[in-house]
Antibody, heavy 121, light 107 residues
Framework: EVQLVESGGGLVQPGGSLRLSCAAS????????MNWVRQAPGKGLEWVSV????????YYTDSVKGRFTVSRDNSKNTLYLQMNSLRAEDTALYYC??????????????WGQGTLVTVSS | EIVLTQSPVTLSLSPGESATLSCRAS??????LAWYQQKPGQAPRLLIY???NRATGIPARFSGSGSGTDFTLTISSLEPGDFAIYYC?????????FGGGTRVEIK
């Protein structure tokens, strides 16, 4: 059974940093692209970033480019999101999500339960 | 960037009724469209991919159709657990995009 468990969220001041982690199990982690998706309170889903199975390529939504960095450690089956220069509008529940299939179109077949990031002074 | 517009924003129906949710793309997405269900306090769950294929474990009362720019998720005979928010999603090039969602609520 696929399991994704996020951690690392919390309250941070504007301009601060956080590193989110997503521990994966139940599948061959290094074979799958992994994504971060966020959801602001009471709002819809927003895709944030993706990283290929081997660590490349990486892509980001425009609003986080230059501030967020996605990475992974396949030896630890863990996905990361380093978030710097945080803004109030980054406040959201952050989900990690596994691509449904190794190849082909990205559909998000498995999701964690999310970790909450609150950016506030 | 392709924009997905979902309608209606809210759908008020009774258990046993059928729900028809729409997702319109700003340009053709071929058949690369998925639907997700999100219940309160839960992560989204993949329901439908490639327009009409049900994901593992999804009941047959959920069906998807469409092509090009217009897509539909149909839920026949709503059950209490089906009242939730539904999102469509497309990906070809990055960024991956979601629609704004349709809330299906109990009338």
């Amino acid at each position: 059974e696929v399991q994704l468990v996020e951690s690392g969220g919390g309250l941070v001041q504007p301009g601060g940093s956080l590193r989110l982690s997503c521990a994966a199990s139940g599948f061959t982690f290094g074979s799958y692209s992994m994504n971060w998706v966020r959801q602001a309170p009471g709002k819809g889903l927003e895709w944030v970033s993706v990283i290929g199975g081997g660590g490349v390529p990486t892509y980001y939504t425009d609003s986080v480019k230059g501030r967020f960095t996605v990475s992974r450690d396949n030896s630890k089956n863990t996905l990361y999101l380093q978030m710097n220069s945080l803004r109030a509008e980054d406040t959201a529940l952050y989900y990690c999500a596994k691509k449904k299939e190794v190849a082909g179109v990205t559909y998000l077949g498995s999701w964690g339960q999310g970790t909450l990031v609150t950016v506030s002074s | 960037e392709i924009v997905l517009t979902q309608s209606p924003v809210t759908l008020s129906l009774s258990p046993g009724e059928s729900a028809t949710l729409s997702c319109r793309a700003s340009q053709s997405v071929s058949n690369y469209l998925a639907w997700y269900q999100q219940k309160p306090g839960q992560a989204p769950r993949l329901l439908i991919y490639d327009t009409s294929n049900r994901a593992t474990g999804i009941p047959a009362r959920f069906s998807g159709s469409g092509s090009g720019t217009d897509f539909t998720l149909t839920i026949s005979s709503l059950e209490p657990g089906d009242f939730a928010i539904y999102y469509c999603q497309y990906h070809s090039n990055w960024p991956l995009t979601f629609g704004g969602g349709t809330r299906v609520e109990i009338k």
